[in-house]
């Protein structure tokens, strides 16, 4: 049914299907959706220092040296399906970002779907459906939420899976799941 904005629609309660977080491992899996970029500025934010090969600066208690740095960072959304084993089309979300103290993500994605190099307007584009595989754990987090019945605040845990590395697979599991 397709609902226009002159359309009546009545309130009715929701039931949500239970979520259980995959275990923590590796999967392979293909990259189905890239949202678009967003852009989120940062002013005046503690980053750590490089030196001119890419390496953080460590001071001489071996702690990372810290510099303060205004920048846009821009991040990308994506969703990943599991291609086999006991939990085949299940989804996995990931973010990357260029966020300079966490562009290691990035650089791990694109390394994993075998991109050497790539102008990031075209990574929506240029990798899409590529496979790789990724480990994942689980964190938990707690959010206050309001109880529908009551109207009264309170605090639940939630568990949430969540993508360690990235890696690229070998060419025989490639060629396996591409059906070469």
Not at 112 to 139: F, H, T
Request: with cysteine; proline share 2%.
């Amino acid at each position: 049914m397709i609902i226009g904005l002159n359309n009546v629609v009545e309130g009715k309660e929701t039931v949500q299907k239970a979520y259980t977080p995959l275990p923590e491992g590796k999967y392979k899996v293909s990259v189905e959706v890239i949202k678009d970029w967003v852009g989120k500025d940062f002013k005046d934010v503690d980053i750590n220092q490089r030196d001119a090969d890419g390496k953080i600066v460590k001071d001489d208690d071996g702690k990372n040296v810290k510099v303060k740095a205004t920048f846009t960072a821009y991040s990308a959304d994506i969703t990943l399906s599991v291609t086999d084993g006991e939990f085949k089309g299940r989804k996995i979300f990931a973010n990357v970002t260029t966020h300079p103290d966490v562009l290691f993500l990035l650089e791990g994605f694109l390394y994993a779907v075998g991109k050497s190099s790539i102008v990031l307007s075209a990574l929506q584009k240029e990798c899409i459906n590529k496979n790789l595989e990724v480990e994942v754990y689980n964190r938990s987090y707690t959010k206050t939420v309001t109880d529908p019945s009551t109207g009264l605040d309170k605090d639940v845990e939630f568990t949430k899976t969540a993508v360690r590395n990235f890696f690229k697979l070998d060419n025989s599991i490639v060629d396996e799941i591409d059906g070469i």
